[in-house]
């Protein structure tokens, strides 16, 4: 049953957390990644086509390009990727990959994904965005215990705030008019009329005001939410590293 994200989102803080952990030995991203610690391997998309095989748009840019392809083109299975661009700095692959368990443990559980994936040198960042409880269960599981799995960045996840599209266009024009400067470079009155002469659309100085406050508290909610950052940082990057 999918929990109802707002739900959610009362009982648990939104973070944004930066994981780093090893590629296993064996998997073709580490043994190409650390034979090339000069190149940055990034995955762009990343999608399961079934419970055994994934799907992913690789971009792989740093020196010795050619030195890597060639090596790749002869080991790896023709049939499964193809190559989309190939310039002297930079390579656009899409490959088909076996055992997508990344994506089953982190995308399973309902979390965002921010791409790109960076691998070098055999070790994987990611960055996800999820309630922090979900993040709790993805990596207490014992398939991570192995990885090396650390944490270095943890932040209350800041949403924009949710503004309609009219509240869009006043906040706009209010800023274009000096209506937040001290003093106003415009009164109300000049911004209703100049609003109706921009955008053809009637409003009193009344309204006007009404919206500017409602969009002010939108804004004020907004920072309030996030201004426990650093303590969401030391927190969590503290308690998950000393778990895992």
Not at 135 to 149: A, G, R, S, V
Request: with cysteine.
């Amino acid at each position: 049953m999918v929990e109802n994200f707002e739900d959610i989102h009362r009982t648990t803080p939104i973070v944004s957390t930066q994981v780093h952990f090893s590629v296993p030995k064996e998997r073709w991203l580490s043994i190409y990644s650390r034979k090339y610690p000069q190149l940055q391997f990034e995955i762009v998309s990343l999608l399961s086509i079934t419970q055994d095989q994934g799907n992913c748009l690789l971009q792989i840019k740093g020196t010795k390009l050619s030195s890597f392809f060639r090596e790749f083109s002869k080991e790896f299975d023709s049939t499964k990727y193809q190559l989309i661009l190939h310039e002297k700095n930079e390579i656009l692959m899409n490959i088909i990959f076996d055992s997508p368990w990344v994506i089953w443990s982190i995308i399973g559980p309902q979390v965002i994904i921010i791409y790109p994936i960076i691998i070098q040198n055999g070790t994987i960042t990611i960055e996800l965005i999820a309630p922090r409880r979900k993040i709790e269960e993805i990596f207490c599981k014992p398939i991570w215990k192995k990885l090396q799995i650390k944490f270095t960045v943890a932040r209350k996840y800041c949403g924009s705030p949710s503004l309609n599209i009219h509240q869009k266009e006043i906040l706009l024009k209010a800023m274009d008019f000096g209506l937040f400067d001290i003093p106003r470079k415009k009164s109300l009155t000049d911004a209703t009329r100049l609003l109706e002469e921009e955008t053809g659309k009637k409003i009193s100085v009344s309204a006007l005001s009404e919206n500017i406050r409602r969009i002010s508290k939108r804004l004020a909610e907004c920072y309030l939410n996030c201004r426990d950052t650093d303590e969401v940082e030391a927190d969590f990057v503290k308690q998950f590293n000393n778990l895992i």
